[in-house]
């Protein structure tokens, strides 16, 4: 076997592997004698077939097995002989073979580029972090004190409006026949509360205390009981009572109904939770500024390939029309040696400018990263995978056992999750080595949109449209979130939604 480099241009590099007919003969030769132990074949006892007729039988077979096991070994000592470290799969391609010949094949790669290290020593990092904002919590009280008002009999006889509290007796119709679930008994229910199936609520708003009325609603057309769906349904309802809400109260016993000590400790869980809910956009940030940092290192080539994926993968999502054509043609069970319209197909110079930027930002991050975490030993153990697929598997309630059989038959899904876990132990380790500095921001600046924002990593969540932009979650106001302690005792019963949960 001879190996010989044809091409060295950048991080391109191709070899010829000349691999002798000798070579391939004896190579054939081992792969029948193997056959020959275990072939069961009629009118021999295993183990016991002429080579010759093992030849007859399976002599292409075993060639091709032959064939593939020596370019292998001539792709290992190209690899391995010129010291090679591959950003991206080889291709091998066979470009002459005839039977009783030499066959010839050619090997083309992209090696990793020389990527100079940074000293992490010498980043300097911002690492953002929020205080409780008091009006914020003071948002969330009152908020919360209003949602939790106590009931009062009304101060004299009235009709029921909205807000009320009235307890009913209902028993649901559908063609006069009484269905399963729709019926109850003192049932206290909120008005305007829409927990019950739209129309229902509002049929009761003018009834007095004491009547008996018939409220006709439609279940909604995709309503999870399929048997109710788009179907009228008739309540017959008697109120029993009516209660209306007191005037709401901050106090120590508003906190103690919710469960705290005082109004000092429902503070501070509403001033945790709120904390809680700016982490995980605190985390990207940070993350982003580890990457800005690693950006404005030194320069290096990005292999071909890599870039092209990426921006492909950044052109389609900058140019939606594009996009929706690609997925078009592959909804369609048939040839796919069409061509496909270009990602970048339709875009202005300089958005294609921009889409190439960014798709070389990310791979030479995600290569700096991975080079990082190589240099230093870091990897991703079993029992961190493990950990997240468990984590994965949680967002699922009730199948669970699912989505863990989904990782364990899907190897690729399971380096998929590993991706993101192997970048926040190098960008920790990273954090741990810079001189990183703690800076108070607000909410407005933790979540403000930034147009000159860099891109961040390949491995980093990708921009919705054009210019990378982090989502404002419903964190933002802390009062819209509300916290785990809060109605701990209010929970509305199962019958809500008409017992729409039959």
Request: net charge negative; charged share 35%.
């Amino acid at each position: 076997m001879n190996v010989s480099e044809t091409k060295s241009d950048g991080l391109l590099r191709e070899y010829k592997i000349v691999i002798t007919a000798a070579e391939i003969d004896a190579e054939v030769a081992k792969k029948l004698e193997e056959l020959a132990k275990t072939v069961k074949m009629p009118g021999f006892r295993p183990g016991k077939v002429p080579l010759s007729v093992v030849k007859t039988r399976f002599g292409d077979q075993a060639r091709g097995e032959a064939i593939k096991t020596a370019l292998d070994e001539g792709a290992r000592q190209a690899i391995e002989g010129n010291d090679l470290r591959l950003a991206s799969q080889p291709q091998v391609d066979i470009k002459s073979y005839e039977e009783d010949k030499d066959l010839e094949a050619s090997l083309a790669c992209e090696v990793m580029p020389a990527i100079a290290m940074p000293d992490l020593s010498k980043l300097s990092i911002e690492k953002p972090r929020i205080e409780s904002d008091p009006k914020e919590i003071d948002e969330a009280l009152d908020r919360i004190a209003d949602e939790n008002r106590p009931t009062v009999a009304l101060a004299k006889p009235r009709a029921a409006k909205l807000g009320d509290v009235s307890t009913i007796d209902f028993i649901g119709r559908i063609d006069g026949e009484p269905f399963e679930g729709g019926a109850a008994e003192g049932h206290a229910l909120e008005l305007g509360s829409n927990s019950f199936i739209p129309g229902f609520e509002e049929g009761l708003v003018g009834a007095k205390i004491g009547a008996t009325l018939d409220v006709p609603v439609t279940f909604p057309e995709d309503y999870q009981a399929a048997h109710l769906a788009g179907k009228l349904a008739v309540f017959e309802v008697t109120v029993k009572d009516i209660q209306e809400k007191a005037a709401a109260s901050i106090d120590d016993e508003l906190a103690k109904r919710l469960g705290f000590d005082d109004l000092g400790g429902l503070k501070d869980a509403i001033g945790q939770q709120i904390n809680g809910q700016h982490e995980t956009a605190l985390r990207q940030l940070v993350k982003k500024n580890v990457l800005d940092a690693l950006a404005d290192g030194e320069a290096f080539d990005v292999p071909p390939s890599l870039y092209q994926q990426e921006y492909d993968s950044v052109a389609r999502t900058m140019n939606p029309k594009a996009a929706e054509q690609h997925d078009h043609d592959h909804d369609h069970d048939h040839d796919h040696d069409h061509d496909h319209p270009a990602a970048d197909e339709g875009m202005s110079k300089a958005d294609k400018e921009e889409a190439s930027n960014i798709a070389t930002r990310r791979v030479r991050l995600g290569l700096l990263i991975t080079e990082i975490g190589r240099e230093n030993n870091i990897d991703v153990t079993e029992e961190d995978t493990r950990r997240a697929v468990f984590e994965e598997a949680r967002r699922y309630p009730g199948q669970e056992q699912m989505v863990l059989e989904y990782f364990q038959k899907n190897p690729q899904a399971m380096q998929q999750i590993a991706g993101p876990i192997f970048e926040d132990k190098v960008v920790d380790f990273i954090l741990e080595m810079a001189k990183v500095s703690d800076v108070v921001i607000d909410t407005d600046t933790l979540y403000k949109v930034d147009d000159d924002a860099k891109p961040a990593a390949k491995s980093a969540k990708k921009p919705a449209a054009k210019k990378a932009a982090a989502k404002k979650p419903a964190a933002k106001k802390a009062a819209e979130k509300k916290p785990a302690a809060k109605k701990a005792a209010e929970k509305k019963p199962a019958v809500k939604k008409a017992a729409a949960k039959k």
